[in-house]
């Protein structure tokens, strides 16, 4: 019987643990300690990888790629496992300078440039967001853009004041907070469009 005890304390000892990670839950916060952050290198076979946690943040699965086209600042064209992706980039928005049905906006060009000097024919990693659809009803997959040694292009077009957080139907990607601290510090700043444009 005292034997039995043990066994079944034990067992409650685990599932607690268990049901403890469980419930962990995801920051927000730029501070947060970042876990090892998944990239195209540490999936050897290339192809999909699975979730994993950014800067604290539960991100999606991750794919190899090569950015073959810059569209503007926050669009573009990258082949992935032999499939031409057309990329709309996650959580931030950029100035329009390719919609026929708008006039170029303030700092538009400079948005698009900082996109060329950033991304043009590099190999990047395309993230998906487990909170976001994988594609728009424009058929654009929605993926964050990640750079070997830059880390992920919507943090930094945000915090060179190219960008501006963008939330789609009052649902935020799960980098929303560190894009938004991003474009605080750039306004603050008076960095790029904040500095140049009317708000």
Not at 26 to 31: G, I, K, R
Not at 90 to 99: A, H, K, R, S, Y
Not at 142 to 148: F, I
């Amino acid at each position: 019987m005292r034997h039995h005890r043990i066994r079944i304390a034990a067992s409650l000892a685990g599932i607690t643990a268990l049901a403890t990670a469980g419930c962990a839950t995801t920051s927000l916060d730029p501070a947060t300690p970042a876990a090892a952050p998944s990239s195209a290198a540490s999936n050897p076979q290339g192809g999909v990888t699975t979730g994993h946690r950014q800067r604290g943040v539960l991100t999606g699965h991750t794919e190899p790629a090569t950015v073959t086209r810059v569209v503007d600042g926050d669009t573009i064209i990258a082949e992935a496992g032999g499939t031409q992706l057309r990329v709309r980039i996650l959580g931030i928005d950029t100035p329009e300078t390719v919609d026929p049905d708008q006039p170029t906006q303030c700092y538009g060009p400079e948005a698009s440039q900082f996109a060329h000097q950033m991304l043009d024919g590099k190999t990047v990693t395309l993230r998906t967001d487990p909170v976001q659809d994988t594609a728009d009803r424009y058929g654009r997959a929605l993926r964050y853009v990640e750079l070997d040694g830059t880390g992920d292009y919507s943090i930094a077009a945000a915090r060179g004041g190219y960008a501006k957080p963008y939330v789609y139907h009052d649902n935020p990607v799960r980098k929303a907070g560190q894009i938004a601290a991003a474009a605080a510090d750039a306004r603050t700043a008076g960095r790029g469009l904040w500095g140049a444009c009317p708000q």
